[in-house]
């Protein structure tokens, strides 16, 4: 249902930046004399240029990182199974889409507590969503800094950008306009619409 589409924001109508922002938790991968991946939640800036996060002081990808700094920052977005059993022409193979995003990047370390902290708060904040009951690091009093003293905080700047973005842009009209209804309510639909504005 649709090749694999490499698209930015003018034809998906999200940028790869949206797409880290909104789904924060992301594979960091580097290969120097050997391949080193990592999960972390990161934060991006709003024009997409700097990524920001840490890591665990005992990670090894930390030593790894600081002798080659060059490394690929993997997003996957809102996914899904296409089910020809939503169709009216049952004639069309199953599929998936998704959204995700590859950015390569040359990261540098911070080694600043006051970075460090002032990362950590502001991950925090934008996790807790600023509700009433909403937590803040300095209800842990003298833990927090002890226990920001396990991270290091870094800064990657972005060298480029390749979204993969495969939502419905190559479905015929109706096959689509069924994919969205019967997907109404699941994220993938908003990001199916965003990229194809004026149908479904």
């Not at 930046?17 to 991006?44: C, F, K, M």
Request: with cysteine; hydrophobic share 45%; proline share 6%.
């Amino acid at each position: 249902m649709g090749a694999d589409t490499a698209a930015d924001a003018a034809t998906t109508g999200h940028a790869p930046r949206d797409l880290l922002a909104a789904y924060p938790l992301a594979w960091v991968i580097s290969a120097g004399r050997e391949l080193h991946t990592t999960l972390l939640p990161l934060q991006i800036d709003g024009v997409g240029e700097v990524i920001r996060g840490h890591f665990a002081r005992s990670n090894p990808h930390v030593e790894a990182l600081r002798a080659q700094p060059e490394a690929s920052v993997l997003v996957l977005g809102p996914h899904g199974y296409i089910s020809p059993s939503w169709l009216s022409d049952r004639t069309q193979a199953p599929s998936w889409n998704y959204a995700a995003a590859r950015f390569d990047v040359e990261l540098r370390f911070v080694e600043d507590e006051a970075f460090t902290h002032a990362l950590l708060r502001a991950q925090s904040a934008a996790h807790e969503g600023g509700g009433p009951a909403a937590w803040s690091p300095d209800e842990m009093g003298e833990r927090f800094a002890r226990l920001a003293r396990g991270v290091v905080g870094f800064e990657a700047r972005v060298l480029s950008t390749i979204p993969r973005y495969k939502l419905g842009q190559a479905d015929r009209d109706d096959v689509f306009a069924e994919c969205l209804r019967a997907l109404a309510g699941d994220p993938l639909a908003g990001w199916m619409a965003a990229a194809n504005p004026g149908r479904g």
